[in-house]
């Protein structure tokens, strides 16, 4: 059974930085493409970043362009997001979500696998 479990979120004033992580474990996750995607009230899930599963591509939404950063470390089952200069937009549900492609994607129908979710306040 596959299991992801997203750790780091909080809260945290504009400007600051936060580090989500996500444990993937009953997966194949040397082949799995992984993603992070998002959803504040009220609105549609948003993707926000991707990496491929062998860590050498990645796509982020445009709205975190050159403030978040994804990574892997093949072998800890683990992917991160690095957040830094936090907005009060960004504050939202933050998802973990895996595919059993190796190329990361941005529709949440991609996805196979979702975490439950951690969440992500922002203050002005």
């Known amino acids: 059974q596959v299991q992801l479990v997203e750790s780091g979120g909080g809260l945290v004033q504009t400007g600051g930085s936060l580090r989500l992580s996500c444990a993937a474990s009953?997966?194949?996750?040397?082949?799995?493409?992984m993603g992070w995607f998002r959803q504040a009230p009220g609105k549609e899930r948003e993707f926000v970043s991707a990496?491929?599963?062998?860590?050498?591509?990645?796509w982020y939404g445009d709205s975190v362009k050159g403030r978040f950063t994804i990574s892997r470390v093949n072998g800890s089952d683990m992917v991160s997001l690095q957040m830094n200069s936090l907005k009060p937009e960004d504050t939202a549900v933050y998802y973990c979500?895996?595919?059993?492609?190796?190329?990361?994607?941005?529709?949440?129908?991609?996805?196979?696998?979702w975490g439950q979710g951690t969440q992500v306040t922002v203050s002005s």
């Open positions: 979500a895996a595919t059993r492609q190796q190329y990361p994607a941005h529709n949440t129908y991609e996805y196979d696998y």
């Open positions: 009953g997966l194949t996750y040397s082949t799995s493409a």
């Open positions: 990496i491929s599963s062998s860590g050498r591509s990645s």
